[in-house]
T-cell receptor
């Protein structure tokens, strides 16, 4: 199974709502990533988890709160978002803790399209 | 972090070869060159990567300049399913976690 799944596919929320995005992989990967992608722009890294520990936070506002409950699951908790946070949120995974060039490509999910009203 | 520069868009006829260029003049000696593509309404998918030598796989070939300041992704026979945004990314040589910094990408249009 080389698939990364993300739920929901689409999400519409108000600025006062609390919601969560979910990402799952069963490839035994130990690194997982959240990216944000605005329309017609490249993906921008938000967070990286390695062995269930947060290893990179790209200065993301606290209204985005990541969580990695186990090696297969990655959540992104959303609270008090702004309309400019509307975007496609992509999850990815990779083997983790391997040297560059040795099977370390990232596998991406299809994304959750988020609209904040 | 080293950056990459790519043309915004390119066109190709179906079943013809496509050469997608990438400039990375600030590449360090230990940066790997990775290529991903993003089909419409999908997440990016891995295409190929290399360090110094040219590389081939079932999807494409990667030609790397001798000075490593540029590279070219080669699709040998473009199909309509190859229409996508192609990203060239530099990946530092390190174990453990790392981050991709995506360039602006090249939108490839394939004409029937």
């Amino acid at each position: 199974d080389t698939e990364v799944t993300q739920t929901p596919k689409h999400l519409v929320m108000g600025m006062t709502n609390k919601k969560s995005l979910k990402c799952e992989q069963h490839m035994g990967h130990r690194a997982m990533y959240w990216y944000k992608q605005k329309a017609k722009k490249p993906p921008e890294l938000m967070f990286v988890y390695s062995y269930e520990k947060l290893s990179i936070n790209e200065s993301v506002p606290s209204r985005f709160s990541p969580e990695c409950p186990n090696s297969s699951l990655l959540n992104l908790h959303l609270h008090a978002l702004q309309p400019e946070d509307s975007a496609l949120y992509l999850c990815a995974s990779s083997q983790g803790l391997v040297l560059a060039g040795v099977g370390d490509e990232q596998f991406f999910g299809p994304g959750t399209r988020l609209t904040v009203l | 972090d080293a950056k990459t520069t790519q043309p915004n868009s390119m066109e190709s006829n179906e079943e013809e070869p496509v050469h997608l260029p990438c400039n990375h003049s600030t590449i360090s000696g230990t940066d790997y060159i990775h290529w991903y593509r993003q089909l419409p309404s999908q997440g990016p998918e891995y295409v190929i990567h290399g360090l110094t030598s040219n590389v081939n796989n079932r999807m494409a070939s990667l030609a790397i300049a001798e000075d490593r300041k540029s590279s070219t992704l080669i699709l040998h026979r473009a199909t309509l399913r190859d229409a996508a945004v192609y990203y060239c990314i530099l990946r530092p040589l390190t174990s453990g976690t790392y981050k991709y910094i995506f360039g602006t990408g090249t939108r490839l249009k394939v004409l029937a």
